[in-house]
Nanobody
Framework: QMQLVESGGGLVQAGDSLRLSCQAS????????MGWFRQAPGKEREFVAA????????DYANSVKGRFTISRENAKNTMSLQMNSLKSEDTAVYYC?????????????????WGQGTQVTVSS
């Protein structure tokens, strides 16, 4: 089983930046895709961003494209989400997730492992 632990959430003002991190441990796939999802109060969980094993392919939701940057460091089993120009609508619990994928694959579905989430609150 793979364990995922998020960190870096907090309370910020609109326009500020925040960096989330995810640490993977336990038994991992030889290659795996990592992604970020979020769930706002009263809404369903939604895809935010994903990165391939190689780090060379990324995918972003339209709502965060140009403001958020996803990256990973396989040697440390970590993934990060740099969030800039935060808006009140970015307020949510952010979840780290992982699934098997080939070196260059990136996708939005079928994630198998999930973290517990970290709260991000953006005040306007």
């Amino acid at each position: 089983q793979m364990q995922l632990v998020e960190s870096g959430g907090g309370l910020v003002q609109a326009g500020d930046s925040l960096r989330l991190s995810c640490q993977a441990s336990g038994r991992t796939f030889p290659t795996y895709v990592m992604g970020w999802f979020r769930q706002a109060p009263g809404k369903e969980r939604e895809f935010v961003a994903a990165v391939s094993w190689s780090g060379g392919n990324t995918d972003y939701a339209n709502s965060v494209k140009g403001r958020f940057t996803i990256s990973r460091e396989n040697a440390k089993n970590t993934m990060s989400l740099q969030m800039n120009s935060l808006k009140s609508e970015d307020t949510a619990v952010y979840y780290c997730a992982a699934r098997f994928g080939t070196v260059s694959f990136v996708g939005r579905n079928d994630y198998r492992f999930w973290g517990q989430g970290t709260q991000v609150t953006v005040s306007s």
